[in-house]
């Protein structure tokens, strides 16, 4: 006899966060192997290997996607999408070792916060039985293993109709590598498979620190993400004669107040709000101590959208970066003269430019910008110990150098790549889908609610409907097309069902299991099969 969904989802799930796979490990390296051995065990695969795939990435490194299809009648197909890679596992201490062994960590942090009284919430919800513990099991490999059960599931009936596709990525936890190859050929993989992708599934978890009735949600779209940077430059001075010079620290420090959670580049759709930007990194350029006033500082910002497209979000910043800027000026103006005997002092307009028009200004400076600036670009990409938004300060460095300007300035881009927000657009689907869903949760005596948006950020990103124009972000992203190259999204409907628990990415991280196996696994066969007829 075939295990329930729920007995499935359970094993599936603590089998997987047993497998380490921290971005950037072998262990997610691994994954995919151990994956398939796993999925291969099951009898369809046994008569239709060539369904089931370990799909490396070109991108250098030894990672890969697996993919598994289950084929039945017709060509209608539903994709059911999630990443596998975790953060790090160092924030459990002592506990690091059995990170990933939920059922031998559970008593072993219930006496932690039993001795220390650390988290009452978390120590109460572990008590309860209805939570378990370990890196990844929440975020979000319970999401895979209710997939999976429901793929055999599938697999198992004598007639299917419809196909279905599991899609299992790395990278989701740094640049999406994993989901935008395959991206790009999920259009291929269904010419040559014959099949019309309906709906992808995306399995990611939501945080709920409340009873569960947010975490209990069917997204209907993702919330989009821009890396809002600022080079800012200053005149050096030596400390003594600070008047001599614009110390870019303090024009950082002007920019920075001006930023911080500021209303007007948050959005909200209704009850849902897209964070207001946080400053994520500020630091300047000075390798060691001297008594010199720093030359220039890079800060970024993470910046999240519903519908705002990269146009407006430099507009709008563009905007508050020029009224920090005047007010740094005016205030050192007041305070040169304030001192006893008044110093003097260059009360001037700081530029603030963004990236193109900084690239427009070095052209005009050195005629042989473009090539040297394509050079540098080309070294950079080759630089695996740099981050993105690293590549992009030094990108806008030598562009800075290049137009041989005075300071100050401040020049604004955008510092990794974009997350483009994405929407439901078939309102008759999303509908029906609903329905079925509302029933099926009320079949397990629990709800479901409706959002517009993944509160996070999310590989849905790269598979469906996009509207906003990434012109204005890939012209000014100095490190487009070296260090990252973006394909269109395929236009995908996408939704997101998956898991709830607390304090992800987290050493307390915990998953809500009744929901997680034994709910959630019955809804995406719901809906699977919606989409399916």
Not at 49 to 65: F, S
Not at 139 to 153: F, Q, R, S, T
Not at 280 to 306: C, E, I
């Amino acid at each position: 006899m075939s295990p329930s969904l729920a007995t499935r989802a359970r094993a599936a799930a603590i089998q997987m966060t047993e497998w380490r796979s921290v971005t950037g490990t072998q262990g997610e390296c691994d994954f995919p192997h151990l994956l398939k051995t796993m999925l291969a065990q099951a009898r369809y695969f046994h008569l239709h290997p060539e369904h089931l795939k370990v799909q490396p990435l070109d991108d250098g490194t030894a990672r890969a996607n697996l993919l598994a299809l289950v084929k039945g009648e017709g060509r209608r197909t539903v994709v059911l999408a999630g990443h596998f890679d975790t953060v790090p596992f160092d924030d459990y201490a002592e506990l690091a070792p059995f990170a990933c062994d939920p059922e031998t960590l559970l008593p072993m942090i219930i006496d932690k916060l039993k001795r220390t009284a650390e988290n009452p919430l978390a120590l109460a919800d572990l008590l309860s039985g209805d939570y378990l513990p370990g890196r990844g099991l929440l975020d979000m490999k319970a999401g895979i293993a209710a997939a999976i059960a429901v793929l055999e599931a599938f697999a198992a009936e004598e007639h299917r109709e419809g196909n279905i596709l599991l899609l299992a990525t790395p990278d989701e936890e740094d640049r999406s590598a994993g989901m935008r190859a395959a991206a790009a050929l999920l259009p291929k993989i269904a010419r040559d498979s014959d099949l019309d992708i309906s709906l992808v599934i995306n399995l990611d978890s939501i945080a709920d620190d409340g009873d569960g009735s947010f975490g209990r949600s069917v997204s209907m779209g993702s919330i989009g993400k821009l890396l809002l940077t600022a080079l800012v430059v200053g005149r050096e001075a030596h400390a003594c004669y600070p008047f001599a010079g614009v110390n870019a620290n303090y024009l950082a420090a002007e920019l920075l107040t001006e930023f911080e959670c500021t209303p007007e580049l948050a959005e909200t759709s209704g009850h849902e709000i897209a964070a207001p930007p946080s400053a994520l990194y500020a630091k300047d350029m000075k390798s060691g101590y001297n008594v010199t006033t720093p030359a220039r500082v890079f800060v970024y910002w993470n910046t999240l959208q519903h519908r705002r497209s990269p146009a407006e979000v430099l507009s709008l910043a563009t905007g508050m970066a020029r009224q920090a800027m005047d007010r740094a000026m005016e205030r050192l103006g007041e305070r040169a003269r304030a001192v006893s005997p008044p110093q003097p002092f260059r009360q001037e307009s700081v530029p603030v430019l963004s990236f193109a028009e900084l690239i427009a200004q070095a052209r005009k400076s050195d005629p042989d910008f473009d090539s040297a600036f394509a050079l540098l670009n080309g070294e950079l990409a080759e630089r695996q110990d740099l981050d993105f938004p690293s590549r992009a300060r030094l990108a806008s460095e030598f562009a800075w150098a290049a137009t041989r300007l005075p300071g100050p300035a401040v020049i604004l881009g955008f510092g990794s790549l974009p997350y483009p927000a994405v929407t439901f657009g078939d309102a008759q689907l999303g509908e029906r889908l609903m329905a079925v869903l509302g029933e099926a949760a009320a079949e397990k005596g629990t709800s479901l609610s409706r959002i517009g948006y993944f509160p996070g950020i999310s590989d849905m990103s790269f598979l469906g409907e996009t509207s906003g124009d990434l012109s204005v972000a890939e012209a000014n992203t100095p490190i487009w097309g070296a260090s990252f190259a973006l394909a269109p999204s395929p236009g995908y409907k996408v939704i997101n069902i998956g898991p709830w628990g607390r304090d992800y990415h987290h050493w307390l991280e915990r998953l809500n299991a009744p929901y997680a196996f034994d709910v959630l696994p019955h809804l995406i066969l719901r809906a699977t099969k919606a989409a399916l007829e």
